[in-house]
């Protein structure tokens, strides 16, 4: 029996496949997910999640959210996620820097909570791309 | 028969209305594409995320939270969410019809003019007006669930439900009651739609479900999450109908001026050729007699 991975952020359902394992950055360490697992609920701290599929290795970094196993399902909700084959490094360095800045401008100026938890995510999420992409290199 | 000059100014008339149509259309046309775009791709992590909170309503039964307790119904709470403009279409006209069959007594909130003008005019009880700009922003949106939530938990409204306008394509939009809280109700309606949709729903899976950290902890970032992108997400796609609506409005306005223009000038050119036949017959005539 196959596990049905979906991986889901507010822009897009990033990955939607059958897989023969994953394995989740939970809050309390990394869980390996197979068929027929125990139905579990879990928070995802920002990380790597890994895949496999016919001997075959994808390592997606992850932000924060939630995975939901559920019978042969596995449903990932993360504020964000890519493949690490895809991360752009300078890219992404860019990216941190332009919201580091607006973050720092925000915080003088006493923006909108909710414009500064934006502004933190994708830093966060820049430095877990970072990181994920720097060790498999 | 109307003289040449009266349907030479209507025909003025109808080509400039026409050209005001024409460009509301084209304003509307690439807002909709825009809005359309955002509504849809935030479906899935919205679809997820109520899946999500059904399991886990569905195995918390010893566990009390405000949110997920019904209590008795005293006063519902309803959001609305309308356009801030006119010229859409049926779009509000739709939206208020529905709003009309609610039954018993109910607070209102709206988001959006054309609302809070129905509500206050049909005298409902308003308790707050948010306007959201064209490019929605989720700190516009936070300011609404915060009230809401904070009138749910004082026990000002006892349910909270959402009445907007669901977007399914460009030409068909329908308006829509949904509630979310208490989460009961919520259940029935994600088993309502895997019925329609003929799937089997994966909350069948009947084994104890584990939780990490705790089902406390879990829960409280869910609810949160759950009830903010709720919001967010209905005002996106009320956002996309809206547009849709006024583009296909527009354009059904422009094509009727055109129709109407083609028409007028027939007659115009009728008239005007009578006109000058007439002319003729009395020169010819007259030139007889002589």
Redesign the interface.
Known sequence: MPLILEIVTPEEKVYSETVDSVVLPGVEGEAGILPGHVPLLTMLKPGELTVSKDGQEVVLAVDKGFAQVLGDKVSVLAEGAIDIAEIDLTAVDEARERAEKALAEARALGMDPAEVEKLETIVRFSLVQKLAKNRRL | MANTRDLRRRIKSVKNTAQITRAMQLVAASKMKKAQDFAL??R??TE??A??MS??GDRLIDYKHPFLEGREVKKRGILVVSSDKGLCGALNANLFRKLVTIEGPAGYVSIGRKAAQFLSRSQRELLADFTISDKV???EV?VAVEFLIQSYREGKIDTLEVLYTHFINTMVQTPVILPLLPFAELKSILQKKDQEAGRKS????A???????GPE??LD??LNLYIK?QIYHVVLEAKASEHSSRMVAMKTATDNAKTLVDDLTLDYNKVRQAAITQEILEISAASFAN
């Open positions: 791709e935030g899935p992590y997820l995320l899946e999500m399991s886990l922003q989720f700190a936070r994966a909350s069948d899976d084994r104890e479900i584990q939780f990490e950290p902890a879990i970032e869910l992108q």
